[in-house]
T-cell receptor, first 110, second 115 residues
Framework: QKEVEQNSGPLSVPEGAIASLNCTYS??????FFWYRQYSGKSPELIMF????GDKEDGRFTAQLNKASQYVSLLIRDSQPSDSATYLC??????????FGAGTQVVVTP | DVKVTQSSRYLVKRTGEKVFLECVQD?????MFWYRQDPGLGLRLIYF???????EKGDIPEGYSVSREKKERFSLILESASTNQTSMYLC??????????????FGEGSRLTVL
């Protein structure tokens, strides 16, 4: 079983709609969770991190964490074609090493 | 501006060849990492280093070694390349300050093909 599981997609989202991405993890000791965005042919870049249960908002992005259920999600509101990318979920151990999921591809259609 | 530079964007090597992948960062970061990225498998950690001359195995170190003689440079070595090492290799760095925020700064990647 992978430590971090994501639906590979592609997730097709109409422009202006909400994209909802989910991620589950197996390590109950995980404390910190991250969402990276990776455009095709480019390197990943950090867009959100969350430590506490609940929601964290940053612009059009909202990360949600539920440690009891061991899932973390990312909502993208008012999706734009520029949001088309692969979104990687990750968590870190106490050394700061990140474990990544395989990523969910999002396609925003005009 | 933050920069992680990988020496080669594309390499084609033959089975059994020794391969060097170089990574240099100009941010004075303490931590450096080597990942490989394969479709459906995501990023998998090969080796990492928290200090000069220090190295730790990641999740898939078999067939690889690393060298960190200077703080800014972290090299990945494939002693005898095999076809199953065909992949995209990503170098990343982070500082002690960004450890908690999980922010890794990635290079542009090196796509290695082993024939």
């Amino acid at each position: 079983q992978k430590e971090v599981e994501q639906n590979s997609g592609p997730l097709s989202v109409p422009e202006g709609a909400i994209a909802s991405l989910n991620c589950t993890y197996s390590d109950r000791g995980s404390q910190s969770f991250f969402w990276y965005r990776q455009y095709s042919g480019k390197s990943p870049e950090l867009i959100m991190f969350i430590y506490s249960n609940g929601d964290k908002e940053d612009g059009r992005f909202t990360a949600q964490l539920n440690k009891a259920s061991q899932y973390v999600s990312l909502l993208i509101r008012d999706s734009q074609p520029s949001d088309s990318a692969t979104y990687l979920c990750a968590h870190s151990d106490s050394w700061g090493k990140l474990q990544f999921g395989a990523g969910t591809q999002v396609v925003v259609t005009p | 501006d933050v920069k992680v530079t990988q020496s080669s964007r594309y390499l084609v090597k033959r089975t059994g060849e020794k391969v060097f992948l170089e990574c240099v960062q100009d941010m004075d970061h303490e931590n450096m990492f080597w990942y490989r990225q394969d479709p459906g498998l995501g990023l998998r950690l090969i080796y990492f280093s928290y200090d000069v001359k220090m190295k730790e195995k990641g999740d898939i170190p078999e067939g690889y070694s690393v060298s960190r003689e200077k703080k800014e440079r972290f090299s990945l070595i494939l002693e005898s390349a095999s076809t199953n090492q065909t992949s995209m290799y990503l170098c990343a760095s982070s500082s002690l300050d960004t450890l908690n925020t999980g922010e890794l700064f990635f290079g542009e990647g090196s796509r290695l093909t082993v024939l």
